[in-house]
């Protein structure tokens, strides 16, 4: 069972990778990978423009905004998308995290919930992005 359990970890470090250089490749500032503060964690924080979802360009809104991003994987036979798991508790758990994560770092910057889907293909990855996927808004 451990076996697996790596390979689980490393598949989502893989992701995570991938996502981590296209945010950057995009404009946005990675800040913190797996932030980790009691049960709560976020795969990645970025500090940046606002991406559109149509070839994630940066929209041309000059305001900077705290990105929390979640990051799902999955292979390319998967029926359901990746980007498409991530459900209700899922979100409340994010919320939560990065209301955390803004206090401890007393940010001043409006915040938005990002969804990257990475899904195995044989080309490679085909990546989804859904930009300020879910609110609140704050």
């Excluded at 697996?4 to 913190?32: M, N, P, Q, Y």
């Excluded at 799902?72 to 359901?80: E, K, L, Q, T, Y």
Aim: proline fraction near 4%; charged fraction near 30%.
């Amino acid at each position: 069972m451990e076996g697996k359990t790596k390979t689980t970890v490393e598949k989502g470090r893989r992701a995570e990778d991938i996502a981590a250089a296209w945010l950057s490749a995009r404009g946005l500032r990675i800040l913190e990978r797996n932030f980790r503060l009691n049960h709560l964690e976020v795969d990645i924080i970025a500090e940046g423009p606002m991406l559109s979802a149509e070839e994630a360009l940066p929209s041309f809104d000059s305001r900077r905004f705290l990105h929390i991003v979640e990051v799902r994987s999955r292979a390319g036979d998967s029926p359901v998308a990746p980007e498409l798991t991530v459900d209700g508790k899922k979100r409340k758990h994010l919320i939560n995290a990065a209301d955390a994560y803004v206090k401890s770092r007393n940010i001043h910057l409006e915040t938005v919930f990002d969804i990257l889907g990475i899904e195995k293909t044989a080309s490679g990855e085909r990546i989804t992005f859904l930009p300020d996927a879910f609110g609140p808004h704050w």
